[in-house]
């Protein structure tokens, strides 16, 4: 576990060594923000909630993640180190673990750096906000968010070029979280759009963000994170 | 070297990673039908409401569900696509609760004749929906409706439950319908002769005829009917006692006779609600004047009074939100309601139409809470009124402030009858207890000729109810049937009948809500409509927000958190550089 936390302190440190995180953070936060209150008017709409902001999250995921995990292993790659890396005394799977939780980590900073978000919408509320969905809209999109930044680490580990890293990851994030969308089931015959459903991203966060907390989401999320993450070790193995 | 994992390694990793994806798709599936959740909303929103648990864990005989579900037609819709799984999530949690009493029979007459006759026979029909098919509307037919069962009794039948939101209260409706022991009845003192004011065609408002009217009140009736029986109560007679409330909101028909039997009602413990309207629609000159008709010694001897106003507010009914308030009809929110109170839990807000005012000053022995008040930037405005003029606040501050609009007296009221003369024509014949049966029961039976000898002793000024000087005209009761005083029972007061009348329950629907919760938390004491209630909306944005606290909101929430981790990121940097320039 300790090799996991240094190459999880080591990955997460770099993203502050240079301004490349502040900057990933700033326009992560600068989107939820625009998208929240402006686009459109939060007091046009009456109402004193965060479900918009939980529903605007995976798609500003959909850029933040990619983002975030590109350079992960197509840099390695790219200026010859993996070669180093993988030569260490690690397991590879530490390894992968450990830039999965520096990206992970990023990405909870992010997040509880929205916290200010929901005490304005309590500060504008005409009646106290329910704080239970708050928490797991949270908890839901930390889930959702470890398995964009799973499926991202995956792309990254497919090419040496953080450019096709990034839009390889978008495409596939953008995929699983679409496909069990009810505009695109629609267009499945039945057995397959419930399939669709059960192994898309969006429809497990719908529930989760609503204030349910569901053995199933939970399961599936961990799963897809195992999934990914394993996929990501054999990637690896395989490009080595 | 990792250059130089065994090609062997490789393949038996890889073979390991499929054994333990398909091992957790195999864990998924299996965690379809074994699960667990958890609600963690402090509604309960996605929870069995307590009232349906205690409904259904009531139950000693089999309840026997039938859902007639077209799940691939609904599926096949994008937009219902996820109904069929609610319904059966839902329906699965009344059948958990029901523990063993409620059986789940789900069945898809698409492709089925038999069912879809089945469903047929039973009350379930096919309804049309409108979907979509990729970038055109389509129509679309599915079957949605659940059939209950319970012993030899008539089926209940939900010909279309959705939306799911709804189907919980209409589920629990429907059973409590069914496995009921007595029937709860709600009197109206009038139904045929509905109040028909028409203040708001006076008003202007569009399309507003006796005819909306009358459609107005079969929709309330319509409404309550799915959980009441209500009964006409002809106030020319005693208002029979199997009537669990009595709703009084047609008080210009209301002359002695019908206040004694109003009167013995309450006196024998029975509930009233009182609709009331201060002012009276002048059809000549399109205006409403003060109402000269409303019984007033009687309802200030049990606690209350109309006043002969109408109120408005600031805060008020708004068709276009983009244009201020023509009408300015009173919107009364939750935030100033009592409390205390659980007769208005979960409602949200309603809206009542040049209403008036009530004042409560209760009698010794009875307990008076204001229930609802108007917002502070309320105003009133007495005399003659032209309905037809634009509406204006007023610009003196000192015109503004709240007005009690709807409240409660609690406890053992007097009869208004108990000291005075009785009403010509009154019938006695057909009142059941005796003299000692009251008296057996711990009610105080007064002699009503002494009484009215004292009352004009005592109150010589005071008009009696016969108009006529004390017992002048009167006929006299029977002493032992005037009961005196009641036992503990409540009166709601509405300063408004216009509100139920001439507000169109689409158009408003909190105000039917407002009406049902009141008449079903009065009558069964029941949570029933608190299922209903529940609200799945989030809170609603504070209105005295100023211009500058909302942009300071909007930009303070976009930019002030982005704007600091920028600057401490650049900060960072400068002083690494600086570090190592150093």
């Given amino acids: 576990m300790s090799h996991v936390l240094t190459v999880a302190g080591k990955e997460f440190h770099c993203y502050f060594k240079t301004p490349v995180g502040s900057i990933f953070l700033f326009f992560f936060l600068l989107l939820c923000g625009l998208f929240f209150f402006f686009v459109p008017d939060y007091f046009s709409l009456g109402e004193a909630s965060l479900r918009r902001f939980f529903d605007l999250l995976p798609w500003v995921y959909l850029f933040f993640a990619p983002a975030v995990a590109m350079k992960m292993w197509a840099e390695e790659r790219k200026i010859g180190t993996i070669e180093t890396l993988l030569t260490r005394p690690v397991a590879d799977h530490r390894i992968v673990l450990g830039k999965f939780l520096a990206s992970f980590g990023l990405l909870v900073v992010a997040l509880a750096l929205t916290a200010p978000i929901p005490l304005l919408v309590a500060f504008t509320a005409a009646s106290p906000v329910d704080v239970g969905p708050v928490l797991t809209g949270y908890l839901g999109a930390a889930l959702l968010g470890a398995v964009y930044i799973a499926i991202s680490l995956f792309a990254s580990a497919l090419t040496e070029s953080q450019i096709v890293a990034f839009i390889l990851g978008l495409v596939l994030c953008f995929f699983f979280f679409v496909i069990g969308l009810p505009d695109v089931v629609g267009i499945f015959p039945r057995a397959l759009a419930e399939f669709l459903t059960d192994l898309s991203l969006g429809g497990h966060f719908a529930n989760i963000q609503r204030g349910v907390v569901d053995t199933r989401d939970l399961l599936y999320y961990a799963t897809m994170l195992t999934v990914f993450l394993l996929l990501n070790v054999l990637a690896v193995r395989r490009r080595a | ?582």
């Fill in chain 2, 1 to 582: 070297m990792a250059a130089s994992i065994p090609k062997r390694r490789r393949a038996a990793f890889a073979f390991t990673v499929l054994l333990v994806v398909a091992n957790l798709f195999v864990l998924n599936w299996i965690a379809r039908d074994h699960f667990a959740r958890l609600d963690v909303t402090s509604t309960k929103a996605f929870t069995l409401h307590p009232a349906t648990i205690d409904l259904l864990e009531g139950l000693d005989d089999l309840v026997t569900v039938r859902a007639f579900v077209s799940e691939r037609a609904f599926r096949d819709q994008p937009q219902y696509a996820t109904w069929p799984r609610m319904l059966r999530d839902l329906l699965e949690e009344f059948v958990a609760a029901g523990r063993g009493q409620v059986r789940l029979e789900v069945k898809d007459p698409t492709d089925d004749p038999d069912v879809a006759r089945e469903a047929r026979t039973a009350g379930v029909r096919e309804v049309q929906l409108q979907g979509r098919d990729d970038q055109s509307a389509v129509v679309f037919k599915a079957y949605a409706g659940l059939v209950l069962s319970y012993g030899g009794r008539p089926d209940e039948v939900l010909p279309f439950v959705f939306p799911v939101e709804q189907l919980e209260y209409g589920l629990a409706l429907s059973m409590s319908r069914l496995v009921r022991k007595r029937t709860v009845t709600i009197g109206f003192n009038s139904l045929r002769e509905a109040p028909k004011g028409l203040a708001l065609r006076y008003a202007g408002a569009a399309g507003m005829d006796e005819n909306d009217i009358d459609r107005n009140w079969r929709l309330i009736r319509q409404a309550l009917e799915r959980q009441f029986d209500i009964e006409k109560v002809p106030m020319d007679r005693e208002v029979p006692a199997h009537v669990d409330l009595l709703v009084v909101h047609n008080v210009s028909g209301m002359d002695e006779k019908a206040q004694f039997y109003l009167d013995q009602y309450l006196m024998s413990g029975g509930k009233l609600l009182v609709l009331a309207d201060g002012t009276q629609e002048n059809a000549q000159l399109k205006a409403l004047t003060a109402r000269n008709n409303v019984p007033d010694a009687l309802f200030a001897h049990y606690g209350f009074e109309i006043a002969r106003n109408i109120v408005f507010d600031r805060q008020a009914y708004q068709p276009d939100p983009r244009l201020p308030p023509r009408y300015w009809f009173p919107k009364l929110l939750s935030r100033y309601f009592d409390p205390e109170s659980s007769l208005l839990n979960g409602i949200d807000e309603f809206h009542l139409m040049l209403p008036s005012s009530i004042r409560l000053n209760p009698p010794e022995g009875v307990e008076a809470v204001v229930l609802a008040k108007t917002t502070p930037s309320a105003w009133s405005q007495e005399g003659f009124f032209d309905v037809r003029r634009d509406m204006t606040p007023p610009e003196n501050l000192d015109e503004y402030g709240q007005f009690d609009m709807v409240g409660l007296l609690e406890g053992e009221f007097t009869s208004y009858f108990a000291n005075r003369a009785l009403p010509e024509g009154v019938e006695t014949s057909s009142r059941g207890p005796t003299r000692e049966e009251f008296e057996k029961a711990g009610f105080e039976v007064e002699d009503a000729d002494d009484g009215a000898d004292e009352e004009r002793d005592d109150e010589p000024d005071e008009p009696s109810p016969s108009g006529g000087g004390g017992t002048g005209g009167g006929t006299q009761i029977a002493p032992m049937f005037v009961q005196a005083r009641s036992p503990a029972t409540k009166i709601v007061v509405i300063g408004n009948t216009r509100f139920l009348a001439e507000g169109a329950p689409q158009q408003f629907p909190g105000n039917l809500l407002f009406l049902w919760a009141l008449v079903d938390r009065l009558t069964t004491g029941s949570s029933l409509t608190d299922i209903r209630n529940r609200s799945l909306a989030p809170p609603s944005i504070r209105a005295d927000l100023t211009p500058g606290a909302r942009a300071a909101v909007r930009y303070g929430g976009m930019l002030g958190v982005p704007a600091l981790v920028l600057l401490l990121g650049l900060g960072s940097v400068v002083w690494r550089r600086a570090r190592r320039g150093a």
